[in-house]
């Protein structure tokens, strides 16, 4: 009889634990989860803050892809001043199988290259389960134009996947009621006219309609001249920038060339003497991580509506 008492016992714990599996969306892949992983590794700057944000740093054994490329603020080195960087530019799989690693948060350009070393099928041997950035998706897949609800689904699904959920539907409400908040309060006119100067002085790299600048110029009272370049992020030609002539130009901060030095580039050279934004002086500068999908999205949005329409 006892045996039967435990078989029963057994085949009620299988049965709890089946109903604990949780499935997200990621891309075009649904992944399951039988619990919360336990050695994460994260890649970006933007990523890592989404991670941190939610107080997963317990669940973590590293992050990788920041210093390569100089994207630490003195807020993100405090944040992440207790965890290692196992690599400083995209990590190869050697790396993430010698952590360790139980899952990956990356996405695609954004630690991971289509056809690289580095993807959730290469990793899937290794017990290594991979959530993708949803913004990324656009380079495996259709998908819709850049939205900041790409960002909120990815709180949302990293706050399922580590069983945070409610942590993360707090977040993401606080966000929406703030930027709800701030945009009913705006006072905009017609759009004006952005362009977004990432980095390149024989060509420019820039955010087209599938990157989260779109989205964040779109919330702040603007229009990207470049949302007609159906990529995410991509290299355009400067006589295409002076064709659209831009009101205003952000300028992306990161790496060894400064926003400073961005500006008197653009401000210094014939060429684009006859643009709006530069006869006019109006740059803005966004840090990387507040351009590209994570918490400061929204900070970076208010910074975006008072460069255009208090300044």
């Known amino acids: 009889m006892r045996l039967i008492v435990l078989s ?7 049965a709890g634990l089946a109903s604990a599996e949780t499935s997200v969306q990621s891309c075009n892949r649904t992944v399951v989860f039988d619990a919360p992983p336990e050695r994460a590794i994260s890649n970006d700057v933007n990523l890592t803050e989404m991670m941190l944000v939610l107080g997963l740093t317990d669940h973590m054994v590293g992050y990788t892809g920041i210093n390569g490329w100089n994207k630490l603020d003195a807020e993100m080195r405090e ?3 207790a965890l290692p960087e196992l690599s400083e530019r995209y990590p190869s799989k050697e790396v993430l199988v010698g952590a360790d690693a139980d899952f990956f948060f990356a996405g695609w350009n954004y630690g991971m290259k289509v056809g690289g070393e580095v993807t959730p099928d290469t ?3 290794f017990g290594i389960q991979v959530y993708e950035l949803t913004e990324s998706c656009i380079h495996i897949m259709d998908k819709d134009r850049a939205s900041i609800e790409d960002m909120y689904a990815d709180l949302m ?3 399922l996947i580590f069983d945070v959920e409610d ?3 707090a977040l993401v409400d606080s966000y929406r009621a703030d930027l709800a908040t701030f945009t009913d309060d705006l006072e905009t006119g017609e759009p004006l006219r952005v362009f977004v100067y990432d980095s390149g002085e024989d060509a420019p790299f820039t955010a087209g309609l599938f990157a989260m600048p779109t989205a964040l110029i779109e919330s ?3 229009t990207n001249v470049m949302e007609g370049f159906e990529k995410s992020w991509g290299t355009v030609t400067w006589e295409e ?3 659209q002539n831009p009101e205003v130009i952000v300028i992306v901060n990161y790496g060894e060339v400064t926003a400073e030095q961005k500006r008197d580039f653009m401000m210094s050279n014939p060429a684009f003497a006859e643009i709006d934004a ?3 002086d109006r740059f803005v500068t966004l840090e990387y991580v507040e351009a590209t999908p994570g918490p400061r999205n929204i900070q970076a949005i208010k910074t975006l509506a008072e460069a255009f329409w208090k300044n």
């Open 278 to 280: 530069v006869r006019n």
């Open 241 to 243: 920038v002076v064709e």
């Open 167 to 169: 942590r993360a539907t």
């Open 123 to 125: 990793l899937e041997p």
């Open 157 to 159: 699904n990293l706050g």
């Open 220 to 222: 702040a009272g603007g």
């Open 79 to 81: 944040g992440v001043a």
């Open 8 to 14: 029963a016992l057994s085949l009620g714990l299988s």
